[in-house]
């Protein structure tokens, strides 16, 4: 069973930067196209971006050069970059697989841009 652990979220202000981080129970990055998601109250959960195991990456329009997508193999560790972040960046964030069957969600970490 693999658990996720998201953090890094907070209070920022328009403009502002934040870096979130996903922790698995187990190495899956290697093998597994793993990406952001994240929801907003009344919206669907979205995927932002993804990182493939040869370390491609892609992301949503509304977040393309803004947000990075990174991870260390060695640390079980995904990271989320988040740079000119907007109010409607506002969301819970999640981590999982992109492909295939999810694996259990975890609590996602909460991202509030307002001034």
């Known amino acids: 069973q693999v658990q996720l652990v998201e953090s890094g979220g907070g209070l920022v202000q328009p403009g502002g930067s934040l870096r979130l981080s996903c922790v698995a129970s187990?190495?899956?990055?290697?093998?597994?196209?793993m990406g952001w998601y994240r929801q907003a109250p009344g919206n669907q959960r979205e995927l932002v971006a993804s990182?493939?195991?040869?370390?491609?990456?892609n992301y949503a329009d509304s977040v393309k050069g803004r947000f990075t997508i990174s991870r260390d193999n060695a640390k079980n560790t995904m990271y989320l970059q988040m740079n000119s972040l907007k109010p409607e960046d506002t969301a819970v964030y999640y981590c999982?697989?992109?492909?295939?069957?999810?694996?259990?969600w975890g609590q996602g970490t909460q991202v509030t841009v307002s001034s």
């Open positions: 187990v190495s899956i990055f290697h093998i597994n196209v």
């Open positions: 999982n697989k992109v492909r295939g069957n999810w694996f259990d």
């Open positions: 990182i493939a195991p040869i370390g491609i990456a």
